[in-house]
């Protein structure tokens, strides 16, 4: 064989304009033809994306069947320290009186006791007994990390997938994929709010039927806590009259202009609040539950609020969060943990208890956790003062109901906590995993704005087979 036959010749690397025509026409043809096909022909996303945007509120199939129906998310703004809570480290006593250059200052044990509960035995901080009780439900996950240990930043990161470009929240995202099964009532609901306000819960590219629903105020007068719910001018007929008369100059506008996005998520907010008069009212008084379940959650706000949080998710809301803020614990860290785990311990207990009883445990994901936890070391390194710092490397959540896997704890971070070193796990696989928990593909979940197809993980994330049963 003649080597010198096979080697590249200059006329390769020249060709006229006929020649490139004729090689790559075909190619040329096919990229023209798919810009005359329609967008949806053999594309499940784009099929996605059109019947969700022409009916948002409507049920729809996940990409695969699960068990899990909706999600009660309780975010601990602030960044809990995962040492005072989920991830004991009781070696770190003996280095007490020693500056550790690992973590940068003198390490900071935590003044509360762990103790194994459950068949499972996990190690359950003395702080959280009632939650303890249900410890055989939960999937403790000690080996989170985020990249930065800004609580603005980090929290928006926690509830979108992104820090910085306003994208669309989790709960958006899933009712998107799913839709909603109460058309009464927004399928998206956020009890509190907390810093980075309405980014947490926006619906950013998405239409705006897919944004979640500020509810402030829980447990007292229904018209407290939401605004304008009934309208004293107008009976319900006449309310309805014109809502039939704005549906019908909205479809003219579409005849003669074209569909808007903000007019159509205007005119779908409009429906929604009517609906809500009747509907709303029951799903938020409280008064109908009766004394024992009152007592079992408890007579406080965050008692109210998870009380809430079951009667929606029990009437088909898609994606409750609940906000429990206040876990910014720079100073006496004892006092100060002691006092927030004691806000939500009895509720999160009386919440797992409550959804298991009712058979709603298994279509309900519980999450619990915050946007970053603590350093083990004493807040600016010294020890003046037993509180700690915003630390991003490792720090812990935890996972109950709607297809975890019951009773472990994945991942572990070093002999002093300050590094996830054992199964990482980033915020952008934790939603992945509840994707995969909702029955998405966190890849396939996605929706086309500005010529990309963008989704909740971005460009990253893998799906943690251990939390899923």
């Known amino acids: 064989m003649n080597i010198q036959e096979h080697r590249p010749q200059l006329q ?15 190619g040329m043809g096919a990229l023209g033809l798919a810009t005359m096909l329609p967008e949806t022909l053999g594309n499940p996303s784009a099929a996605l994306q059109q019947l969700a945007t022409a009916s948002p509120s409507l049920p729809r199939k996940p990409h695969f069947p699960v068990k899990a129906k909706r999600v009660i998310h309780i975010f601990a703004q602030g960044g809990p320290t995962h040492l005072d809570t989920w991830d004991p480290k009781p070696g770190m006593a003996k280095f007490a009186d020693t500056n550790v250059k690992e973590i940068g200052g003198v390490p900071l044990p935590s003044p509360f006791k762990f103790t194994k509960m459950g068949k499972c035995g996990t190690e359950v901080c003395e702080v959280f007994p009632k939650i303890g009780e249900s410890i055989d439900e939960v999937a403790v996950v000690r080996s989170m990390h985020t990249d930065i240990p800004s609580h603005e930043f980090a929290t928006v990161m926690m509830n979108t997938g ?11 995202w899933l009712l ?24 947490n819960w926006r619906s950013g590219f998405l239409p705006g039927a897919f944004q979640g629903t500020l509810v402030s105020n829980t447990g007292g007068n229904v018209e407290r806590a939401i605004e304008n719910i009934k309208n004293y001018s107008l009976t319900l007929e006449e309310q309805r009259q014109q809502m039939d008369l704005l549906a019908k100059l909205n479809a003219q506008h579409k005849k003669t202009l074209e569909a808007e996005s903000a007019l159509e998520a205007r005119i779908q907010s409009f429906e929604l609040a009517f609906k809500m008069q009747t509907a709303a009212t029951d799903a ?43 876990w910014d614990h720079h100073q006496d860290v004892k006092t100060n943990v002691a006092r927030r785990a004691g806000e939500c311990d009895q509720p999160i207990g009386a919440l797992l208890k409550d959804l298991k009883q009712r058979g709603l445990l298994d279509e ?12 083990p070391r004493h807040d600016r390194g010294g020890r003046a003062e037993p509180g700690r710092d915003h630390h991003h490397r490792g720090f812990s959540m935890w996972l109950a109901g709607g297809g975890v896997r019951r009773g472990v704890v994945h991942g572990a971070t070093d002999e002093f906590g300050y590094d996830a070193v054992k199964d990482k796990v980033h915020v952008h696989d934790l939603h992945a995993t509840v994707l995969k928990l909702m029955g998405f593909d966190h890849e ?26």
Request: hydrophobic share 35%.
């Open 12 to 26: 390769d690397f020249f060709q006229t304009r006929r020649q490139f025509l004729g090689r790559f026409g075909m």
């Open 162 to 172: 992104s820090g910085r470009m306003v994208k669309p929240s989790m709960g958006s």
């Open 176 to 199: 998107y994929g799913l839709g909603t099964d109460n058309q009464n009532l927004p399928g998206f609901i956020a009890l509190g709010g907390g810093l980075g306000g309405a980014k």
């Open 284 to 326: 938020f008084d409280l008064t109908k539950e009766n004394t024992d379940m009152r007592a079992l959650y408890g007579a406080t706000q965050m008692g109210d609020r998870l009380l809430t949080a079951r009667r929606l998710v029990e009437r088909g809301v898609r994606f409750v969060q609940v906000w429990h803020n206040g």
């Open 364 to 375: 309900t994901l519980v999450v619990w956790g915050g946007e970053f936890g603590r350093t």
């Open 444 to 469: 396939k979940l996605t929706y086309r704005h500005s010529g990309r197809d963008f989704r909740l993980t971005d460009v990253y994330g893998n799906v943690v087979g251990n939390l899923i049963a």
